[in-house]
């Protein structure tokens, strides 16, 4: 089995040298081995149960017994589209998109910070100070939220000493968005669903401005173009593929939480509280379905306006 | 952008083509550097340095890794401030003006070439970013595609290139600007070796026909010797000898320039004096030395020394050998036929003319 001419000596033969030689000559074993496990997962666990969703979003109910009716009808589909929840599509689709956009804004200079200028230690401390929030659960932060935010909380209490109090005050009194308190607001709840979703904004775009050599910025500034206009036509269209990855996590988590709104903002609902109270106490499964379908249409159709805008051009 | 600004004026003057720059280069000092130093931490990357590089010159900034020519390059695009001392661009003293504000381009050693933009696109990069038209811009980037011997991959991705053609690109891309210094940053360091032969000949050849100052850093002296009006050896933050290739080669000032360009012996007052020279720090060019058998006679006028043959290397045509001379070890580069019989171990007698023997200044 050994090919040497060294005289060392040689390794004991085991049956774990002789199955890595059969892997060796056969690459394709190899690969289905590694393969298949995952692949029976996503396969059955996940697409599976994505298609048996997609299906009941087809089935009805029947009003009177409220049990399920599987025929295949567009009856729920159209229930989808009255006002009332689309309404609820429409405000979760805003809430998402404009904690998405706040937290490509928020993020980008943190992120170009560490990529650029953060090296040994500062660069430790970045992820530390990136990672640590998600290393706490997730109800714990939540909560902690309600009460930073409540009307006697830690953030009127600071911007009353401040005297920013009229400040928020007047955020509060501002129609549709505002509320009795940060804590009841879709600003509250807008608030915090940046905080939670902030890291995941800014790993990926770290991530792409890593692998922005530093001399296409000193190369665009020795052809003529100011800072600005280095950003703006190198810097950003590089970084872009990392903003299109975190707008999906940012995004589609916001499509799909249930449990934040439920504690923090008013009491309307987002879209995943209506999948889950839909489920749950109403136990309208098929229309449950149909909403838990909205997202998947939605990401979609932003992933394929990324595509053609030249978000992944970089790549 | 401010189009006013009076550095930028080389770039707003209306021309017809690339090849229009080929006006008689202005005369005069292109780029001054007086007292010059830059440090980083405790590390002097460039130390009190005091030069000229004059207008329309191809001038080479040659030396070792670490020994401050990038810094000294990097200098005068403006991505370092100096520390001390004053950079002229032109006459116009540069200190606080960024890299975009400066009538000068730069060839980057990994060219930099923009990954999201085709070849056309990056080569007009400059024009588009100072406002030009698309039709205008195109043109002139066709035009300098052309100067490099692009024509046709104008709708490429800098990623489908090879070596070679993305460094043409970073070329045309530099020089559609028409700068009035072209800085490059051993740009032909990543080719093999016969494209690197072929670009030395082109770049030199268009520096001729452009009439454009070149600076030109590099770690290879061939290169520098063979393309350079002047060249500048660096070592350790400091210029050690600036001079034509012939100077450079063949007076060299120091030790360091002696044995750095074209490894040469450098024997000190002592040793030179016991070979018949003089009782200086001496340079004595491999290619200077003849080798021949033990007891061979040397013609009257001659200086020689007899020694043991340690190593004899292939190079082709010639052969690279090293004698040790009671304790001294001499190289020769001698013709192949000189040495066909030499063994490793072997006496020879080597000789070679006392003017070949050249003196240098002596060490402190």
Redesign the interface.
């Known amino acids: 089995m050994t090919a040497g001419v060294l005289d060392l000596p040689i390794p004991r033969e085991s049956l774990s040298r002789r199955f890595s030689d059969a892997l060796f000559r056969r690459q394709g074993l190899l690969l289905t081995l590694l393969l298949v496990p995952p692949l029976l997962w996503l396969g059955i666990v996940y697409v599976g149960s994505l298609i048996a969703l997609l299906l009941q979003s087809f089935f009805s109910i029947d009003e009177f017994s409220g049990t399920i009716v599987r025929e295949f009808t567009l009856k729920t589909y159209a229930e989808l589209l009255q006002p009332a929840n689309l309404d609820v599509i429409l405000r979760t689709v805003v809430m998402a998109a404009a904690v998405t956009l706040a937290s490509a804004i928020l993020a980008f200079p943190v992120a170009y910070y560490a990529a650029r200028y953060a090296y040994g230690r500062m660069k430790a401390a970045f992820y530390l100070a990136i990672m640590m929030p998600l290393w706490s659960s997730y109800l714990v932060k939540v909560y902690a939220w309600k009460l930073l935010l409540a009307k006697e909380g830690a953030v009127a209490w600071a911007a009353d000493r401040i005297g920013a109090m009229p400040m928020i005050d007047g955020l509060l009194s501002a129609p549709l968005i505002g509320g009795p308190s940060l804590s009841v607001s879709y600003i509250g709840q807008f608030l915090v669903f940046i905080y939670l979703w902030l890291p995941f904004m800014i790993l990926p775009i770290q991530a792409a401005l890593e692998r922005v050599?530093g001399?296409?910025v000193?190369?665009?500034?020795?052809?003529?173009?100011?800072p600005n206009?280095t950003f703006c036509?190198?810097v950003l269209?590089?970084a872009m593929p990392g903003v299109a990855a975190g707008s999906i996590f940012t995004f589609s988590l916001t499509l799909g939480d249930y449990i934040l709104p439920q504690i923090i903002g008013p009491s309307t609902l987002l879209l995943g509280q209506a999948v889950y109270v839909l489920q749950g106490t109403a136990g309208n499964i098929p229309l449950a379905a149909a909403f838990a379908v909205v997202p998947i249409m939605v990401m979609a159709v932003y992933l394929l306006a990324a595509k053609r805008l030249g978000a992944f051009?970089?790549f | 952008?401010t189009s006013g600004a009076p550095l930028?004026s080389v770039?707003t003057r209306p021309q017809d083509t690339v090849a229009a720059q080929s006006l008689a280069p202005a005369h005069g000092c292109a780029v001054r550097f007086q007292d010059v130093a830059r440090h980083f931490g405790a590390v002097r990357a460039v130390d009190g340095l005091d030069f000229d590089i004059r207008a329309g010159e191809f001038f080479s900034m040659l030396g070792p890794s670490g020994s401050g020519k990038t810094t000294c390059l990097r200098l005068i695009?403006?991505?370092e401030q100096p520390d001390a001392g004053t950079i002229s661009i032109f006459g116009e003293p540069v200190a606080g003006v960024?890299?975009?504000r400066r009538a000068?381009?730069?060839v980057?050693?990994?060219y930099?070439?923009?990954?999201?933009l085709n070849v056309l696109d990056n080569v007009t990069?400059?024009l588009r970013?100072?406002g030009m038209g698309r039709a205008e811009r195109e043109r002139l980037g066709r035009e300098a595609l052309a100067l490099v011997k692009l024509v046709g991959f104008e709708a490429r991705r800098p990623q489908q290139l090879s070596g070679g053609q993305r460094q043409r690109v970073a070329l045309a891309?530099?020089l559609v600007?028409r700068p009035k210094v072209l800085l490059l940053d051993e740009p032909l360091g990543a080719l093999d070796l016969k494209l690197r032969e072929e670009m030395q000949v082109e770049l030199k050849a268009l520096q001729r026909s452009l009439g454009l100052t070149f600076i030109f850093v590099t770690h290879d002296q061939g290169e520098a010797l063979s393309m350079s009006d002047r060249v500048a050896v660096f070592n350790a933050g400091r210029i050690v000898q600036v001079g034509t290739p012939e100077e450079i080669y063949e007076r060299p000032q120091a030790r360091f320039v002696a044995e750095f360009v074209g490894g040469s012996n450098v024997l000190g007052p002592d040793v030179a004096a016991r070979f018949g020279g003089p009782s200086r720090l001496v340079s004595l060019r491999p290619e200077a030395i003849a080798v021949r058998p033990a007891g061979y006679t040397v013609e009257p006028g001659r200086l020689h020394a007899d020694g043991t043959c340690i190593e004899v290397q292939y190079q082709g045509a010639m052969r690279r050998v090293i004698v040790d001379c009671e304790g001294v070890r001499l190289c020769a580069l001698v013709p192949a036929s000189d040495v066909r019989d030499l063994r490793p171990g072997e006496p020879s007698r080597l000789f070679w003319s006392p003017y070949a023997m050249h003196a240098m200044e002596d060490e402190r």
């Open positions: 050599p001399s296409l000193e190369a665009s500034a020795d052809l003529g173009a100011s206009q036509t190198v269209p590089l051009d970089a | 952008m930028m770039h695009a403006g991505f960024p890299p975009y000068v381009n730069t980057f050693q990994d930099a070439l923009f990954p999201h990069y400059g970013i100072r891309r530099a600007n």
